[in-house]
């Protein structure tokens, strides 16, 4: 019996509001040896405060030593094993535009390149072609006409764009045409498996269309694609938990990752100030809010350890208009680590704080990754807080008698 | 490999003797935020000293967040993955009353029912008959004679009765026959597979032998049945862990709950006092001995936090008893937690506690939930717990070379 199966056959209706900060890449690292943590170094009265009434404990994303990707990360957090539920490379590039794919939909992340005039590759990104160049030669590729097709084009960023075809029964086992290599033309497109030759035949006239209409570019006259993915199949919140959840987060990947699980994108709030907002305003809407934050990671990444510290102090500060609300259940925690020190994403677990009536606090005394190490949660995998979260609701029965 | 094709390729024999005291409900909850639970609130002397020189750490009985039945709760302290092994509710309705299902039986709950001239259900629990009208009614629909088919129908309680079908062939694919509403006839029983139409017959005749001997009855002159369940197919504690077992229980479902694993019951001890009697009488002649303590459980789905607090210090003024034996491994611990704040069993980890000359101490100081967390055993899953006293009781060999 997989985790959907049980949460559905357990499920209990009730009031209960349950709230889930995702602050991005919240985890951090010391940047000297003994020393603190981003989380440990910011001033966070109303976490610590939080952590001391509630439990706390460390979140693995997917398993330990494995860092994810922000759809992976956030699809632990919603519930839906990261090994089980993937969203091909097509899909998420597509999902990160904000791009609502259909179940009829076929993406893939597509460059553009730069062609000799043997027609091979001499630049596989087209010199990183400035998006003021690039986005419109994007649209332009829309008007290829392929009988039975819809075909959606849309710029990315420098030489990324997105294609989606679109029609009844195409599939996404069709093999990369980026060669991965320079002086070599485009690979023609093949397909992984029997069923796929339509949609082979789709994105050959695709990439034909296309090269007419770049033939006289300078850097971006060719392109190669790769990633074919079909909409990911995931059954939804109201589905496996029985909860009408809304997403209120400010990027395109995040809203189309709470889209793919059936929440519904609220409100178009561009800062903190403006979620927090939406989410009163909504409040009486829904049973499950998941609120993003995207700051902790940027700096993160950016390597900036200090603006890591002033996002989350940032953060802390607008947690009153949460706990004002009074959420039955209250979550606080990060779909992965992003320490400042490595730049990237990392597979640390997250400081994860949960806070409701009947939590069994743990003697935590302030949100951090140390504290959280002692913590009630113990450290688990992010595929289960759901569970807790609905637990600590009262919206799961007892399994068996 | 699963967690029981190990144990049998590993397993060692040697003379040492595994006791497992399961305080059910054990865990709790404080009744304001910042107290203490009800273990914690308990003098327990014994349990502490066993703590400084043992292992602690917090069983989930099934999943984190995951609150489970008497019967889930069980299996997986010993061992058996509670979402593997499914016992089905007419089987631990029988198992309850202390029924010895056999292979080939099928279970069900049933409800007595009021019905009204056309048959309609007017009353679904037959207004809570009393137990001594229900209980001879019961007994009396021991009467229907099915050819080919042994049957037994025992009481419960008030409305409630376990009808028990034993014939080859029989299956447990049948539709409940309780519509879960009034108004309405009961639904006729209805096969969920095409290998159950035989037992769906039998199941005809016995309601229309039973509604025929109820006729003239004021309330119970109906009846529904649900819940159909074969005899769960378990290995033995012998089987998977070479252990020659017994169960010292004085509530029917643990001893049949037991049973279900190869257990032996022995004894027939009805206080704490006579368990511990029965445990020396039998000392030579087991490997394993899992004690059953159900008031830990019973005061606390009474909401009786003191009680409960009473019930745990009863608890540890017996472990003498059970230390003076020098087992190589005792094990103490909850089947769930049962706060009385929520009077009703919970997903909480459960206080657990392992004691063994090679257990590695863990520096706790005192067996409690706060304590716990600290522990050496960390947060594990239930199921893993009989690995751990297999391994401190040297009967497990080293896997792989």
Known sequence: MDMHQLTRSLNAKNDSKIVMLVADGLGGLPLSAGGLT????????????LARIGVCGGSIPVKPGITPGSGPGHLGLFGYDP???????????????????????????????????????????????????????ARKLNAV????????VEPVKEHRFVVVFRAAGLGDRVHDTDPQATGVPPLDPVAGDSGCQQTVEVVRQFVAGAQKLLADEQKANGLTLRGFAAHPKMPSFMDVYGLRAAAIAVYPMYKGLARLVGMDIVGKAQTLSEQMGVLEANWDDYDFFFIHFKYTDSTGEDGDFDAKVKRIEELDAALPRITHLKPTVLIVTGDHSTPSLLRAHSWHPVPTLLVSKVCRADGCQEYSERECLRGGLGQFEAKYLMLLALANAGRLDKFGA
């Open 83 to 137: 090994l089980q539920y993937m969203i091909g490379r097509g899909a998420l590039e597509a999902t990160g535009i904000g791009f609502k794919l259909g179940p009829h939909d076929v993406a893939a992340r597509g460059n553009f390149c730069t062609l000799d005039r043997q027609g091979n590759i001499t630049d596989r990104r087209a010199g990183r072609i400035a998006t003021e160049q690039s986005a419109p030669l």
């Open 38 to 49: 981003e989380l440990e170094t910011a001033r966070t009265p109303n976490l610590d405060a």
């Open 145 to 152: 006409k392929i009988p039975g097709v819809e075909l959606f």
